[in-house]
């Protein structure tokens, strides 16, 4: 199974939200106990990797996934998706066998 993946679109808006920040910062995506189906998404910019995280790159654009989170999340893409209702990050993932309608809970 592939590891993680990110779409251009992803990467274009990961580089703009970390233009300002230091050199080596990214987009950090991790797996949590909670919300309304079990697990859920927290998405955040990182300043750095850290040593045991996957880095995942892009078009000069990096993706941080820790261990714990990895397996959970192998065979995922994290596009940025721009819609009438919102732009955000979304992880489209085939290990969620539901999620729930904010788009951020899911269950396995």
Do not use: H
């Amino acid at each position: 199974m592939a590891n993680v993946a990110l779409t251009a679109a992803a990467a274009d808006r990961i580089k703009a939200v970390v233009a300002s920040e230091p050199a080596g910062a990214g987009l950090r995506v991790a797996v949590e106990g909670g919300g309304c189906s079990g697990f859920q998404y927290e998405i955040g910019v990182a300043q750095a990797a850290n040593t045991d995280d996957l880095v995942v790159e892009r078009d000069g654009a990096r993706l941080f996934v820790d261990p714990v989170s990895l397996p959970f999340l192998l065979g995922s893409e994290v596009d940025w998706v721009d819609e009438l209702i919102g732009a955000s990050f979304k992880v489209r993932n085939p290990n969620a066998k539901s999620a729930c309608g904010c788009g951020v809970s899911f269950s396995v």
